[in-house]
Structures are given as C-alpha cells and as structure tokens.
C-alpha cells in the first residue's frame, strides 16, 4: 500500500482514542499560490476542517469546512483558552503555521501538532506541489484541481499583476498580446481590489472569480496566484516567468510556460495555440 492510500485510508470505528474516526485539523495559511499547490497534500489528509487565510477559504470549502485561522485566534501573542479548547477537539493537527515561532508551539505542546515548512526552502529541487506531498509522506505528481470547472465560452482572460512588482511582466507588453489575441477572440482583463486597472472585472471573492475564469477559452498571466487558480479549473494557462524558478512555482496542467523576454506575438501565439 503506497503513503498516499495510508493517509487516505479510514480507520475502523472505534481506532481513536475516542471511540471514533480520527478528527484531522488542517492549518494552511499563505497566500493564494501557497493555497494551490498545497491542495492535493490536504485533500489526502482528508481533513475534519482547515484553516487559511480569510482571502483563500473559497479553495479549500470543496474539501471540508473552512475557516479564518485568524477568526479562530492563532495569531494571538497568547492564545485564548477557547481556542486552545477549540484545537483540543481534534485528534490530529498538521500546521505549515507556527513551524518558526517559539512561542506559539510551546503554548500548543502537548496537543496532536505536527509543524511543517510553509514555503518551500531556497535551492528546492522539487516542485512545491510535490514539496508539500512529501512532506506528509505522498509520492509526488499530482496536479491541484479545483471543483470549479465550466465548458469554453470562447473568452481569454488576462491578469497582469502578482505578488511582488518584480514578478509582472510589463503592462505594455500585456495589452500587445491582447492586441493580437484580440484578433481571434474577445479579451477581458481582471484585477484585484488594490490592483489599478481600468476596466478590469473584478470579484470580491475567489470563489466568484474562480466560477467566471472557469469558462475561459485561455488565460494569461504571471507567476501569481491567479495563474494557478485558473489552471487549477482546468483553463489552459500562458504563464510568464521572470526572476522565479518554474521548475518550482509553476502551475501543473495544461500549461505554458514562457521566459520575460518573449515577444508578445510569441505569447499570443502560443495562447491561442493551447485555446480550448
């Protein structure tokens, strides 16, 4: 039997400690990429709940219920001694939060923890899906996938942003890949709320921007989270890459991957070439 059926595999009634299947807490925060890439390590823990980030619930409801960590106290210097009751109910704790911080495990010693990396150490051979796999014991290959999946309604979708400056290739080169893009099929361009682009569609939550970039025909972007949820509904996705590793971060599926210095010709070309 391989880790990935031992993890996944119930036990008999009655196997815990408590009379019971074994209740498995998830703690995942990070940003939306980290979110991603770590799917298919939780959906094996087959976890009782998990908390995230507030921003990056909508991808983990599919899998069970999902809830602010920060709602549920964790980023308390001290914890509250309802939280601690609350992280008492479960018979198993697999945290990438709290791994550096001192403080936090030697107030939550003695429960069911088990502390992870959160991010993927500098000079990882590994791509980070298979990183987080490993660390609980998987083997690797697996590709993220998200519930939100949609036929093509014949639309490319562009996100010209990511989470640090460094990582965007420029505007001006997005708008002439639309340009030629455009030639074959309309192009709409989304954003974040803090992020300025005129005309760009907007959602409040991922999950609403999740349902609307599930019909695109294709997607372009960054190295970014938004890149890796459209691959993760299953869109065909050009991701351009700059000064971070692709072997590590970029997305798994139907994916492009393609350098900064690429011309914007090339990026479109290779866009509607991988069009569903």
């Known amino acids: 039997m391989g880790a990935a059926e031992r993890i996944a595999e119930k036990p008999a009634p009655g196997e815990s400690a408590r009379g019971r299947y074994p209740r498995t807490l998830v ?18 823990l087959a976890p009782a709940e998990i908390w995230s980030t507030e921003q990056t619930t909508p991808l983990f409801e599919h899998l069970a219920p999902a809830r602010s960590l920060y709602a549920e106290g964790l980023d308390r210097l001290v914890l509250t001694e309802a939280a601690l009751e609350k992280l008492r109910r479960f018979d198993r704790i697999v945290s990438w939060y709290g791994a550096q911080r001192e403080d936090f ?62 990582k965007n290739w420029p505007l001006d080169q997005f708008r002439k890949t639309a340009a030629a893009v455009q030639r074959r099929m309309p192009v709409y361009w989304c954003a974040g709320p803090e992020e300025d682009l005129d005309g760009a569609v907007r959602f409040p939550n991922l999950r609403g921007l999740a349902l609307w970039l599930a019909a ?7 190295d970014s989270g938004i890149t890796h949820v459209a691959a993760a509904c299953g869109v065909p ?26 011309p914007p010709e090339d990026v479109a070309r290779a866009a509607l070439a991988i069009a569903r």
């Open 105 to 166: 495990r030697r107030q939550v010693a003695g429960l069911a923890f088990e502390f992870h990396r959160a991010i993927p150490p500098e000079g990882c051979a590994s791509h980070a899906v298979d990183y987080y796999l490993q660390q609980i014991g998987a083997p690797p290959g697996a590709v993220p996938r998200l519930p939100f999946q949609a036929p093509p309604a014949g639309y490319a979708v562009i996100h010209p942003f990511s989470g640090s400056p460094r």
């Open 237 to 262: 996705a050009v991701a351009l890459f700059g000064p971070t590793d692709a072997r590590v971060w970029a997305p798994r599926g139907r994916v492009c991957v393609l350098p900064f210095d690429t």
């Open 27 to 44: 703690i995942r925060p990070g940003a939306i990429g980290d979110a991603i890439v770590s799917l298919p390590a939780v959906e094996l």
């Open 216 to 222: 695109a025909s294709v997607y372009i972007g960054n």
